[in-house]
């Protein structure tokens, strides 16, 4: 199969996806890499793997429909079976969302449904939380509400600030949790059926 990837900055999810397809953890082909903001970090990682990637910058459209209209023709060009947001800072469209529906997947870092949207980790740190996590999901119109398929989380210490729930979550939870359920869409283990994640015929 065929994976795409969309990005809006570091691209440190995206780098752990990419080594799992060179290594052959993820039996994909990343076919294209797309970002809504030139020149950032995660562009360069997809030139160094040989992976094809492009911009198309968010500023150039009018609108939200342009632009997404824009996006889904070069996504589409690419022919992707699978396609990965990883750290993509755009609301989609519900028209986008349509469009790819079903094989499209958001890492999230939170334990939906607990904090959907932006600012996570402080939502996390001022509520006391005891537990923090990041989730994957299948993309579906309401924001951060698709499907579930599986969760990662760590324990909040006592000297936890933002940054380094930030940076703990990504080291001990991401980068491993995006490459194993790619690998299950990628090994047509996991499927969507009408709004849930199925794997190997379980409901999950
Ligand atoms: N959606 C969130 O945005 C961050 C992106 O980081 P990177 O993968 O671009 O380094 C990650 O924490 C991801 O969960």
Redesign the pocket.
């Known amino acids: 199969p065929r994976l795409a990837v969309l990005?809006?900055?570091?691209?440190?999810?995206?780098q752990a996806i990419l080594e799992a397809c060179a290594d052959g953890r993820i039996p994909a082909t990343p076919s294209l890499v797309l970002s809504n903001r030139p020149d950032v970090a995660?562009l360069q990682r997809a030139a160094d793997f040989g992976v094809a990637h492009a911009t198309v910058d968010h500023r150039a459209y009018p609108d939200r429909e342009h632009f997404d209209q824009a996006l889904g023709d070069a996504l589409e060009a690419a022919q992707p079976d699978i396609i990965a947001l990883?750290?993509f800072m755009r609301i989609l469209t519900p028209g986008f969302i349509r469009r790819f529906k079903g094989r499209m997947f958001n890492?999230?870092?939170s334990l939906l449904p607990l904090y959907r949207g932006l600012h996570t980790h402080r939502q996390a740190l001022e509520n006391g939380d005891t537990w923090h996590g990041?989730s994957i999901h299948y993309v579906t119109e309401e924001l951060d509400a698709g499907a579930v398929i599986k969760q990662g989380r760590i324990r909040i210490q006592a000297d936890d600030d933002e940054a380094s729930l930030?940076r703990r979550l990504?080291e001990n939870v991401?980068l491993a949790l995006y490459p194993e359920v790619l690998s299950w869409a990628a090994s047509g283990r996991l499927q969507w059926r009408d709004g849930i994640a199925v794997l190997d015929d379980q409901p999950l």
Do not use: D, F, Y
């Open positions: 990005i809006s900055g570091t691209g440190r999810n995206l995660g990883a750290g890492i999230h870092p990041a930030a990504m991401e």
